[in-house]
C-alpha cells in the first residue's frame, strides 16, 4: 500500500477557498465512496471533518466539503479562518478490510 | 460520546516488542470496531489495524507479520503488540474508533490524545 498523494502545501488569505487533492488509484479512492478527511493540529490528535466522499459529521463547519471524481477525492474549505490552519490527511478504504492514508497537507492561513 | 485514552510502558529497545493499550469509556467497547494508527515525528498517519466488536482483526499488509490487536470487553481495553520493533517504529500511537457500514461510513470519529513511543538503545 503507497500513501495517497497530497500536495505538500496549500496556502490561502482569510476568506478565500482552498482545495486540497488526494490521489489514489482504482484499487481504493477509485472503487468506493469511502474517502475521509482528518485535520490535525500540532500536538493534538486528528478531527474527522468529511466521510463517504462528502458527508460532514455533527459539529463540523459547512465551510468544509467534500468531492470526488475518478481516483482523486478533493477536500474543499471556504471562508478560511485562522483556526483553519492544521495538516490534513485524506484516507480511504483500500478493499479486504485496510486502510490508507493520504501524505498530508499543510494549510496556511497567510 | 466516546473516550479513548493509551497507555503503555514507555521506551523500547530495537529488536524488542512495543506493548500499548487504550482504554474506552463512554460507550460499550462491545458495539464497535477500534483501531491504532501511527505516526513518526514530522510524518504521515500510518494505519496499523483495527480489531471488530467480535474480535476479528485485519492488519496493514507492511505490517501484518509483526502485529497483534487483542480486544478484552470485561476491562473496556483493546491492546497492540508490535514485535522485533526498530528506531523506524517511534512514532506517536493513536487509538481511534472505527466506524464500518456495508459500503458505509469507514471512518475514524473519536480518537485517543496518543502516545509517543520512543525505539532506542
Known amino acids: 500500500q503507497s500513501g495517497l498523494t497530497q500536495p505538500a502545501s496549500v496556502s490561502g488569505s482569510p476568506g478565500q477557498s482552498i482545495t486540497i487533492s488526494c490521489t489514489g488509484a482504482?484499487?481504493?479512492?477509485?472503487?468506493?465512496?469511502?474517502v475521509s478527511w482528518y485535520q490535525q493540529h500540532p500536538g493534538k490528535a486528528p478531527k474527522v471533518v468529511i466521510y463517504?466522499?462528502?458527508k460532514r459529521p455533527l459539529g463540523v463547519s459547512n465551510r468544509f466539503s467534500g468531492s470526488k471524481s475518478g481516483n482523486t477525492a478533493s477536500l474543499t474549505i471556504s471562508g478560511l479562518q485562522p483556526e483553519d490552519e492544521a495538516d490534513y490527511y485524506c484516507?480511504?478504504?483500500?478493499?479486504?478490510?485496510?486502510?490508507?492514508f493520504g501524505v498530508g497537507t499543510k494549510v496556511t492561513v497567510l | 460520546q466516546a473516550q479513548l485514552q493509551e497507555s503503555g510502558p514507555g521506551p523500547v529497545k530495537p529488536s524488542e516488542t512495543l506493548s500499548l493499550t487504550c482504554t474506552v469509556s463512554?460507550?460499550?467497547?462491545?458495539?464497535?470496531?477500534w483501531g491504532w494508527v501511527r505516526q513518526s515525528p514530522g510524518k504521515e498517519l500510518d494505519w496499523i489495524g483495527y480489531?471488530?466488536?467480535?474480535?476479528?482483526?485485519n492488519y496493514n499488509p507492511s505490517l501484518k507479520s509483526r502485529v497483534t490487536i487483542s480486544i478484552d470487553t470485561s476491562r473496556s481495553q483493546f491492546s497492540l503488540k508490535l514485535t522485533s520493533v526498530t528506531a523506524a517504529d517511534t512514532a506517536v500511537y493513536y487509538c481511534?474508533?472505527?466506524?464500518?457500514?456495508?459500503?458505509?461510513?469507514?471512518?475514524?470519529?473519536?480518537w485517543g490524545r496518543g502516545t509517543l513511543v520512543t525505539v532506542s538503545s
Open positions: 481511534a474508533r472505527l466506524l464500518i457500514g456495508y459500503f458505509s461510513m469507514h471512518y475514524f470519529d473519536f
Open positions: 463512554g460507550v460499550s467497547i462491545s458495539n464497535y470496531n
Open positions: 480489531i471488530s466488536y467480535s474480535g476479528s482483526t
Open positions: 482504482r484499487s481504493d479512492v477509485g472503487s468506493y465512496n469511502l
Open positions: 463517504e466522499d462528502s
Open positions: 484516507c480511504s478504504y483500500a478493499g479486504s478490510s485496510t486502510y490508507v
